[in-house]
């Protein structure tokens, strides 16, 4: 089916120089593979493009809004307003999801594992935004769909090390010390995200992912703690 590209970015005040980057942003490496004829690339280098890029601004924003705030808490705040789960809530908030070229087999997704194409997709954008239109055009992208994102992360304490705090739990309630497994691993070698387990007496509690391992046990960790009420 073909996607009306123009459709999502007039919904979000958009206007792309160069529509081919917006359409990468979206396409991921199995569409291609399904899609032979397509002149376009991936969006793996959008990707890691926007991933610095939104590094940098996260950076720059909560450097200026928290001026009294130590390295140590403004790095654990940007790992909270970065990572793929914010990304995903903001990509499936802004309409993404719709969009989203696929191969038959990863459109059929659902649940963590396409929130993972989803946070993908807009670092890609990001990216995209970035090469298109430059740097301030991509930093008011971000203040204006992700940097909101931060109340919630500081009122609920979502930035705060879970690993730490589902373990004194585990330890008052069960004695035992909660350990951790990666399920499965997804994506190229040089951008792999991690489904990590956390368990309790060899029960599985809950799932995590995230870019890196430690990344992962932390959405795990933080699942935990909803999951129990803790």
Known sequence: MQKDFDTF????????????????????????????????????????????????????????????LAE?????????????VTCAEVANAIGMNDFLLLSRGEAKDTGRARNIL?????????????????????????????????????????WQDAKSSLQEKVQESDGVTPNYSVIRETGPDHDKHFIVGVYVKDTLVAEGDGKSKQEAEQSAAREALDKKGW
């Open 9 to 68: 970015q007039s919904g979000l005040g958009l206007q792309f120089n160069d529509p081919a980057l917006l359409r990468q942003a979206f396409t991921h490496r199995s569409y291609l593979n399904e899609h032979r004829g397509e002149s376009m690339g991936h969006n793996e280098r959008l990707e890691f493009l926007g991933d610095a890029v939104l590094e940098l601004i996260a950076t720059h924003f909560l450097y200026e809004k928290y001026p009294k």
């Open 72 to 84: 140590g808490d403004l790095t654990a705040y940007r790992a909270a307003l970065v990572n793929a």
């Open 118 to 158: 989803l946070a993908n997709a807009f670092e890609a954008l990001v990216g995209a935004i970035y090469l298109d239109q430059g740097y301030e055009a991509a930093r008011q992208f971000i203040n204006k769909h992700l940097f909101p994102k931060i109340d919630e992360i500081v009122r609920e304490r979502l």
